[in-house]
């Protein structure tokens, strides 16, 4: 398979593979700049002056490192004293991340106004509209954010001017380091390509960091924010789900969920609404070893999704910069419109949580961690998957074509 996509990129051009574009700097058109948007030091500057201006909402989680000993803060956006239990008598736990590529800077901006907006409603007026909205989401809801997943990746991004910078400091794509189909289709074993998987799964400390948060709490709901497009993805992505057909568990309460929020949101901005569907599908590539493949697949959250909150269909630049950011003066709106799309989508985890949920939590909370694992490590032999495959490839191919919305054109860069 390499032999001929080796020729194949010699005839086509370097482009066309995606190789070395993304891990080598590109003339870039539009840069970012500082005066707006935070740099790797006053991202965390910022989240600790948010942090210690809140009295009771906003919490300090377990404060993680990375691989050059950079702080990996997680928050707990938490009303302490709030009494009201949610629906089916509990609030539910989210975990967004945010910054596991470096070069997607609009989703970290994104949870920086989450946190500041909360902080906004913890001194209000309660019924100002984003008194209402933070209570709405605060009585329903516990979320924990951890706003940059990957600032090694972030500081070399911006000390080499390099903002096609995916990796950490080791040139990792953390998207590909765990332990979900690790190595499979969609990643790749050279540490030069974009898509490096590293040398086995869960070899980075930001991935560990990551597993460790979602084993020390318990969560309902993943949520992996990225830029480049403006979808919302099903796990999963990786390449033995895509030719097997192998769906999560809770599939069909991600679908409801996934049909609402996109129904919710483009009600509201319909000239930017969103598409939905599993990422092999709307992406066209298989994507293996990824953060909420992982999470769901053993079993640590029912629930995930991979969001992109962001995306430029008219960029003409050669680098990367503005494929996956707004230019400064555009960020307040592209703001606004990731927003609306997340609200939409806890407003639709909302109204479709059951009781079914509820207790699979509740039972998975009280198996020790070794268990959850080998509960669902369900990994069937090669040979099987191979004829797996063969059974299923046509039927499957059919359902490639069956995403929720029409497709837009296709993207060209790799996003998640
Ligand atoms: C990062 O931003 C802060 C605040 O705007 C600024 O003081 C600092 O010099 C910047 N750091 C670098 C390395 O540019
Ligand atoms: C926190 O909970 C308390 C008690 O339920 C409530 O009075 C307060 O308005 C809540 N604060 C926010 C910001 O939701
Ligand atoms: C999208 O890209 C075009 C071309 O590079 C640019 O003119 C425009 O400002 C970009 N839009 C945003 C929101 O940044
Ligand atoms: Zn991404």
Redesign the pocket.
Known sequence: MRGPLLVLCLFLGQWVCGESRDVQRQRE??TPDYAIYHNVSSVLHEIDALVSRSESLLHYGKLYESTQGRLIPSVKIRNASGISAGPHGRRIQVLIVAGEHARELVPVEWVLTLLSTALVAEHAPQDSARGKLMRWLLSNFDLTVIPLLNPDGRAHLESSLNYCWRGNARGVDLNRNFDWDFGGKGASLNPLDEEYCGTHALSEVEARALRDHLTRESFDVFISLHSGTRQIYLPYSDGISWSSGRQPRFHTDMISILRTALRLHSSQIPDRSFQGGAAHQLLDYPASGTSFDYVVGRELAPLGFAVEVYG?L????DGCF?IFN??AT?LP??LAVADTFMVALLKAVQMHWTSTLNTWHERQRSLPLDNQIEASAYQAPWTILLICAAILGGLVFMQRKSVLLPHLPPVTHTVM
Not at 314 to 317: E, R, T
């Open positions: 058109t539009v430029n008219s960029h003409k630049s503005d707004p230019v555009e709106a592209a």
